[in-house]
């Protein structure tokens, strides 16, 4: 996901996201939502949460 899609969705749960960067504001969406804030810390390319709207991104993202 673009960072200016993840901006508009931070906006909406009232979080200024002018100086993260994008695997900071996801997790800061996450806790807001009530959820892990696990983005990016999938160890060995595995997460049991597939219907988190950050999967694909986060599974990305964790093999960096």
Known sequence: M??????????NFGISSSKMKKPELIRAIQRKE???????TAKEGFCSQ??????DDCMTESKK
């Open 50 to 55: 597939s219907n988190c709207l950050w999967f």
């Open 34 to 40: 009530g959820n892990f804030d696990c983005y990016g």
């Open 2 to 11: 673009h960072i200016n899609e993840i901006r508009k969705i931070a906006k």
